[in-house]
DNA sequence: ATGCGGACCTGTTAGC
DNA sequence: TGCTAACAGGTCCGCA
């Protein structure tokens, strides 16, 4: 389920229910997610208090003074925060219990994601490491975007789904971002002037933004913890619209395949 | 260094 | 109705 605004709203859904509580024990009912989980997970996290509930891209951070949690909900996780957990269904993986009876259940049908435990700073950790910038922090602009592209003759659409361009970009909001900024997704990075990189910086942190402020709601699946469904609140003006009009210009939205990921974009509108 | 394809999994939907 | 193929929100890794 993750874009970067889902995990945002689980992160600011589960929070409130585990900061400052103590982890009592840790279920772990299939460890084999997209990393084996460590035993060093169920051995060290219990009895350790819950400081912060961070996010880092796509990784949600649980920081204790022994160690962090490190979660990545691949292509279909979610992690919820339950006050009264049923039985635990076929792709719930891992409970961990607090001292309060809240139960954070993570479930992957896919698992595509991860957990992992870390002793050390979680931002040296291999695969936090080398992330680029937070898309909506100021760091990430134009100049900084137009700069990271030179010399690159890739695809636009898979420079900026490049973690190490920036992070969090993933792969409708790739589409829409360059239908906003009028930028075909084909496009060579290293050939997009300066002022036109501007426009697809502030188009991705709009997208984003707008994303997080309806609550998330990018997923034909993804619920958040009203129950609203996704997908409907969230204007996707390219995403999943082949042969459907253009909101611009009306002619047809076409889907190709760029990097093996379906690509929607208007022919007459981006260049 | 950059760029590309393959890999990891299961579930749902479209098509014959 | 039933079977098969295509496709799905991510991203790491190895090879050219």
């Excluded at 992992?116 to 040296?124: G, Q």
């Excluded at 420079?159 to 075909?184: F, K, Q």
Aim: charged residues 25%.
């Amino acid at each position: 389920m993750p874009e970067l605004p889902e995990v945002e709203i689980t992160r600011r859904g589960i929070a409130p229910a585990i900061k400052g509580i103590a982890v009592k024990k840790v279920v772990i009912r299939q460890r084999r997610l997209r990393w084996p989980i460590s035993a060093g997970l169920a051995r060290e996290l219990p009895g350790e208090t819950v400081d912060s509930v961070d996010r880092r891209a796509k990784y949600l951070l649980l920081g204790t003074t022994a160690g962090t949690l490190i979660t990545h909900l691949g292509m279909s996780g979610s992690l919820r925060a339950l006050s009264n957990p049923g039985p635990a269904q076929k792709h719930d993986h891992v409970d961990i219990v607090f001292a309060n009876g809240t139960c954070l259940r993570f479930t992957d049908p896919r698992r595509f994601g991860s957990m992992l435990w870390t002793r050390r700073d979680p931002l040296r950790h291999r695969l936090l490491a080398r992330l680029g910038p937070e898309p909506l922090h100021p760091e990430f602009d134009g100049e900084y975007l137009y700069k990271s592209a030179r010399g690159r003759r890739g695809a636009i659409k898979l420079h900026i789904m490049n973690a190490a361009t920036v992070v969090g970009v993933g792969n409708i909001y790739a589409s829409e971002a360059l239908y906003a900024a009028g930028i075909n997704p084909r496009r060579a990075a290293g050939r997009i002037s300066l002022p036109r990189m501007q426009l697809l910086s502030d188009t991705i942190k709009l997208v984003l933004e707008n994303a997080i402020k309806v609550g998330g709601t990018t997923l034909r699946d993804f619920t958040g913890g009203d129950g609203q469904p996704g997908y409907f609140q969230l204007e996707l003006n390219a995403y999943d619209r082949d042969g459907q009009p253009c909101p611009g210009c009306g002619s047809a939205i076409r889907r190709i395949v760029i990097g093996q990921r379906s690509t929607f974009y208007c022919p007459h509108c981006q260049t």
